[in-house]
């Protein structure tokens, strides 16, 4: 079933803008409008708050949609750690609704929280890739993300799945609503234009392979850096880093180098920079500079409009909430690459199952 490709992962990867094209056609009417049922819009357009709960790559996602509802839905919105909220839940609002975000739909940490929540008489709704999943059926509601089988342990398809789902949701909810800003958000050419982007990227695939060997054939430990979403996307990248190549790698909020983490940096030490928010480009752009100067390898990876001479990869300008869906692609093949040259068994890592029922 792999056909071609040598790994579950890089066909994985490769799927990508066939599923961001197929979402569209699966979910946006020909107004431009996202279509879900209209009971879960009600329930989701009664809650004060929402919370997301995922764990790992899907907790990244979920990082990534806190700023779309937020920004098209109007509603405040926070992700949580399944494995955490479940102990130590926080102060709730007084109409919350829980976000289940899930590749598999079996992941024990998120069914405990659901439990609680159904107990407790809350209304919820699992996004998930397997929609005859145990969290699927339990939940309220549930919507599928339509990735396809990702049989890869380190998830690829269905992180960007989860990002354009969430994007499709929030703009439905903002038009529920009747907010302005999601009348004016085209998610149907935004998502095109993500598939179009991440395209190019994987087409150029030999190139993040010389930049792979580069950047981490030698290395034990790497960073990840960013602001805004580009920090949600640098600690998905180093996700994928870890698990299937066994480097150490650190995603973290670029401003917070100065505050501990720059004293890690040695000759040579491989640190990639997302720089796609015009918010921030700037001031990442000065901290990749500072890492630089103590001898740090950097990889600056920007979005065309705020590209400059010397950076290594330039990725497609989309809006700026959803720019993970193309610069996860480097993020994804670096670390293909990586423990391809490493010589390891890319699509099963040690120590970790696709996906993880107990607690
Ligand atoms: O099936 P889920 O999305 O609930 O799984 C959550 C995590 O176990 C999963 O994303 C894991 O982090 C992946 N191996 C990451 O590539």
């Given amino acids: 079933e792999k056909g071609t490709f040598p790994f579950y992962m890089l066909k994985e990867i490769s799927e990508q803008p066939a599923v961001m094209r ?24 009664a809650a004060d708050r929402l919370y997301i709960v995922a764990a790992g790559t899907s907790y990244h996602a979920g990082l990534v949609g806190q700023n779309l509802f937020e920004h098209l839905a109007g509603v405040p919105t926070e992700a949580y750690l399944a ?59 549930a919507v599928e993300l339509g990735a396809g089988p990702e049989i890869a342990v380190a998830s690829t398809k269905a992180y960007t799945a989860q990002v354009a789902v969430e994007a499709l949701l929030a703009k439905a909810l903002g038009q529920h609503k009747a907010l302005p800003l999601a009348a004016a958000f085209d998610v149907a050419h935004q998502l095109s234009l993500a598939a179009t982007g991440q395209q190019a990227l994987i087409d150029q695939q030999d190139k993040l392979h010389e930049l792979a060997t580069e950047m981490f054939a030698q290395t034990r430990n790497a960073f990840f850096i960013g602001r805004g979403t580009d920090y949600y996307v640098s600690l998905e990248a180093a996700l994928k880093l870890k698990e299937i190549s066994y480097v150490q790698a650190e995603g973290f909020a670029a401003g917070e180098l100065k505050h501990g983490t720059i004293a890690l940096i040695e000759q040579d030490t491989p640190v990639v920079a997302f720089i796609t928010d015009p918010i921030t480009a700037a001031r990442t752009r ?35 909430m959803l720019t993970p869906l193309l610069t996860i692609i480097p993020g994804q093949l670096l670390a293909y690459f990586t423990s391809l040259d490493r010589g390891y068994d890319v699509d099963r890592p040690r120590n970790l199952a696709k996906s993880v029922t107990v607690e």
């Avoid at 197929?22 to 879960?40: C, E, H, I, K, N």
Wanted: without cysteine; glycine residues 6%; charged residues 20%.
């Fill in 286 to 320: 000065s901290n990749a500079e500072e890492v630089e100067a103590r001898g740090a390898k950097v990889l600056r990876i920007a979005s065309a409009a705020l590209a400059e001479p010397g950076d290594q990869l330039i990725v497609d300008d989309l809006d700026p």
């Fill in 22 to 45: 197929r979402l569209v056609s699966r979910y946006v009417d020909d107004a431009g409008t996202p279509q879900f049922d209209s009971a879960m819009l009600s329930a989701l357009a």
């Fill in 83 to 141: 494995s955490e909220f479940g102990y130590h839940q926080p102060l709730l609002s007084a109409k919350p609704m829980f976000i289940f975000l899930t590749q598999s739909g079996e992941t024990a940490d998120i069914r405990q929280v659901l439990v609680n929540v159904k107990q407790a008489g809350y209304p919820s709704l699992t996004l998930t890739n397997v929609i005859t999943s145990t969290l699927a059926r339990e939940a309220d509601y």
